[in-house]
């Protein structure tokens, strides 16, 4: 039967399909639960499976989702090396494999992944990861979700707007008209009065009402649902009830002793090619809801031991979902920690998470070892999930009972732990200690590498800290025992450390070691280290200002990060490359790469420093209000980490927003505070910015011997020169700032001219009220209204456009009310997304308002058509 009302959704789905003769894509079929999204894809598949292959895996609402559970669907369909790659357990391997599936498949590909809303942390990066590839393979990747269950942190948005915006489709399916509804009715013979106010023209709920055989037609899916289980014989009635308690679909061998047939001939379940299962969530979790608590026990229990004595390959996720549900605290402790291990694999870091809570809730019945050694799988986890706090106080529990037991080697490498964590958490103190304390425990026993990675991180946190020559000691006597052992892990963290302290040194050699430990990490799969020695490399040099290289070497390390899914790391050189680009000029992709980085899942520690700063020093000097509260952010983030690398631009941030707005007095006192640290570190860049501030504020003079050659020029007094420095560096913001600290009003106008260029308007309105107060005739006027209202490079048409997507219009409405076409709005939004830095249309509109291109408190726009 045709789906009514669904035919321009269709023709979407027809014209990704087509369009993969060029270039394959993404689409996001969103709607309410009911709404048709499933039964849309069904039809796309039936009329169009001659022309593609599709392969479908679903996302399932256990307690604790399956890691990679869609893949693990689709590997059945599609077989070869996609099924081979689960075997590894590896993520990389599984992705590699996925992708290359779909780019040597003899036909085009269509790959279905249903209900997002439900995904696990993997299968959420897989989305990323293919997404970001579709466009160089023939396939299309079709992902639907719930959009009314996403809240504002729901980390499906995250993966949405990281989807590059010019090869994603978008389809929200709307509930069915008055007419569609009247039509459905007449085709089993029903009266259509009062049926779209009582459905709200939700598909499923009229099919169900139109199903129900009496006359007073219940109001809700479980009424219905249950009034139909009541009417089944006991067998039938049993085996649906069965089947609800399984939240995906159920092996027909499950229910043999069951009386499945007769269930599934109720009409309640349906049966395809492999799976029993209902046909929506919603009816499973109504009759579900409808049992007991010892009921639901019960047949947990029975399908549990159905699925453990079953000899057939079962995901281990599915036996802990029916162990908790069970209250079988037995099967919890045998089954959670190994789908613990199993997500991890597949860095699936949340549900690892998940699965170890579970265990750890009854880690009283457990041996002591047998408790540490899940207490340092949940720290683990915990502290790649982003959770420092957690996973510290997770990794202080486990030292505690190895120190009980006496392991003392488990002890040390739990202090070495534990230093990193306190680290992440913006602890220095307590990691110094911890880092103190591994190394004495350690030393005490015959050398190992245990000892090597204590010697590396003491070096790791000298080299953080600018301690050149202890991080320089530490790491020495690690790669001289590494390399002993042979140990490729501790020598290339070793090589790192060596590399990033001389690199921060302006030594060329730094850059040489971390080539080598870069290259060596990779060679051995050790993924977060090649991270760490191409991530600092690219940080490091742009910090230092190797400004012939940083490009490169960000996007560069950019590209590795983010092709391993390492969120911390892309959010760190994102706000690298955020910085660079602000200097440069580029304030449109300056804020593009800090709003880019601000949206990935990462918590703790300072790398969202990296970005806040950039984006607040871009709201100081358009004069945005929203600066104060970025720059707050950043000041609570960075000072409780105690890192230079992060304290002093944001004090240099915090001195220009405070001099900007005429409070010069408050700029001294920020640049004190932190300047003598600068200094004693002889960091020539943070030195020389913090200074310039003090200067421009009016402060006392600060000695420019160490300080970058710009900022050396201006403090002596050669404006000019300095000015001059900074146009062959091509910073044209800092090339003002000299050339209005002279006494030139020719130089000022020139100044002027820069910063009304950049969209600098709250610089510009200090200079213009110093030109007044001089007495200057003929001060040009500001910016149009327009142009000032629009730093991000907008064109006439995309403000427009923008405009009405903020009021809630769709692309239909929007194309209408411009006298355009759909698909060229379509186009105007992915423009007007990308150079927003914005991943949806919420961000977009949030962009919006605080540019003052639309005013605050106007409408929210709609998720899409």
Not at 293 to 304: D, G, M, S
Not at 765 to 780: D, F, K, Q, S, V
Not at 823 to 829: D, R
Request: proline share 4%; glycine share 8%; hydrophobic share 45%.
């Amino acid at each position: 039967m045709d789906l009514l009302e669904r035919a321009a959704a269709l023709d979407e789905l027809d014209a990704g399909l087509t369009g993969l003769s060029s270039r394959g894509g993404v689409v996001l079929l969103a709607g309410e639960a009911g709404i048709g999204k499933s039964a849309l894809v069904k039809q796309f598949r039936r009329l169009r499976s001659a022309q593609a292959d599709f392969l479908t895996g679903a996302c399932d609402p256990l307690l604790t989702p399956r890691a990679l559970g869609p893949v693990y669907d689709i590997a059945r369909e599609a077989g070869g090396r996609l099924g081979e790659s689960l075997a590894s357990g590896r993520r990389e391997t599984i992705f590699a494999a996925f992708l290359g599936h779909l780019t040597t498949a003899a036909r085009r590909q269509v790959v279905v992944v249903e209900d997002a809303h439900w995904a696990d942390e993997a299968t959420l990066d897989l989305l990323v990861f293919l997404g970001r590839r579709m466009e160089h393979t023939p396939a299309l990747l079709l992902v639907t979700y719930r959009d009314d269950e996403l809240g504002a942190d729901h980390p499906l948005l995250t993966v949405i707007g990281r989807l590059p915006a010019d090869a994603v489709r978008r389809i929200r399916l709307d509930p069915l008209s008055e007419a569609a509804v009247a039509e459905m009715a007449r085709r089993v013979g029903r009266p259509d009065a009062g049926l779209r106010a009582l459905t709200g023209g939700n598909p499923l709920l009229l099919t169900e009402v139109l199903a129900a055989a009496d006359a007073e037609v219940p109001h809700t899916v479980r009424d219905l649902v249950l009034a139909r289980l009541a009417g089944l014989p006991r067998p039938a009635r049993e085996a649906v009830q069965l089947v609800s308690v399984v939240p995906n679909r159920v092996e027909p061998w499950l229910l043999e002793t069951a009386g499945g047939e007769a269930g599934v001939a109720s009409g309640l379940l349906v049966m395809d090619s492999e799976r029993i299962g209902f046909r929506h969530e919603l009816l499973r979790r109504a009759v579900e809801g409808s049992l007991s608590v010892l009921e639901r026990r019960r047949l947990n229990r029975q399908v549990l031991a159905a699925l453990a004595g079953s000899g057939e390959p079962v995901d281990v996720a599915r036996l802990a979902h029916h162990a908790r549900e069970a209250g079988d605290v037995d099967a919890v402790l045998r089954y959670a920690p190994e789908a613990a291990r199993q997500a991890a694999a597949v860095a699936a870091h949340r549900e690892a998470v998940a699965h170890y809570r579970a265990a750890l809730a009854h880690a009283d019945r457990l041996p002591a070892p047998a408790r540490a050694d899940l207490f340092e799988g949940y720290s683990v986890e915990a502290y790649l999930s982003g959770l420092a706090d957690v996973a510290v106080a997770a990794r202080r529990s486990a030292v505690t009972l190895r120190e009980a037991a006496g392991d003392r080697e488990r002890v040390g490498e739990g202090l070495r732990w534990l230093s990193r964590l306190h680290w992440w958490a913006g602890n220095r103190r307590d990691a110094e200690s911890a880092a103190a304390r591994a190394i004495t425990v350690l030393e005490a026993l015959p050398a190992g590498r245990q000892l090597a990675l204590a010697y590396s991180n003491q070096s790791q946190l000298d080299m953080l800290a600018g301690r050149s020559e202890p991080a320089m000691h530490w790491a020495g006597q690690a790669l001289t025992l590494a390399r002993e052992l042979n140990d490729v892990e501790a020598s290339t963290h070793a090589l790192t450390n060596i590399g990033s302290a001389r690199l921060q040194g302006d030594d060329p050699d730094g850059r040489v070691e971390l080539e080598e430990a870069f290259q060596m990490a990779v060679a051995a799969g050790l993924e977060d280290h090649a991270a760490r020695a191409i991530g600092n490399l690219a940080t490091i040099g742009a910090e230092v200002r190797h400004l012939d290289r940083a490009r490169q070497d960000l996007d560069r390390a950019l590209a590795f990060v983010q092709q391993h899914e390492l969120a911390g790391w892309v959010q760190h050189v994102l706000g690298h490359r955020a910085r660079f680009r602000l200097d440069l000029g580029d304030w449109a992709g300056a804020e593009q790469d800090a709003r880019a980085a601000l949206t990935e899942r990462v918590s703790g520690g300072g790398r969202v420093v990296d970005a806040l700063v950039p984006l607040g020093l871009m709201q100081a000097r358009r004069g945005d209000p929203a600066a104060a509260a970025t720059l707050q952010e950043a000041t609570e983030r960075a000072f409780a980490t105690s890192e230079l690398q992060w304290i002093a631009p944001v004090a240099a941030a915090r001195a220009e927003h405070a001099w900007l707005n005429g409070d010069d007095g408050r700029a001294v006192e920020e640049v004190a505070a932190v300047y003598p640290r600068a200094e004693q570190a002889r960091h020539p860049w943070f030195g020389g910015e913090l200074a310039l501030w003090s200067r421009m504020a009016g402060g006392p003079p600060l000695a420019p011997a160490l300080m970058a050659a710009p900022h050396r020029l201006l403090l002596a007094g050669d404006w000019r020169g300095a000015a001059e420095a900074w146009q062959a560096l091509g910073w044209p913001y800092h090339q003002a700032l000299a050339l209005m600290s002279g006494d030139d009003d020719d130089a000022r106008m020139q100044a002027l001219a820069l910063l009304d260029r950049l969209g600098a308007r709250q610089t510009a309105l200090r200079l213009r009220r110093e030109l007044r107060r001089r007495g200057t005739l003929r001060i040009p006027a500001g910016p149009t209204r327009a142009t000032a209202a629009n730093p991000a490079g907008l064109s006439n048409r995309q403000v427009e456009v923008l405009r009405l997507l903020v009021e809630g219009l769709t692309d239909a409405e929007i194309a209408a009310r411009l006298c355009l076409s759909p698909k060229t709005v379509g186009h105007h939004v992915s423009a007007l997304l990308s150079k927003l830095g914005a991943g949806t249309r919420h961000q977009a509109a949030a962009a919006a308002r605080r540019l003052g291109v639309t005013p605050a408190g106007t409408g929210e726009p709609k998720p899409g058509n």
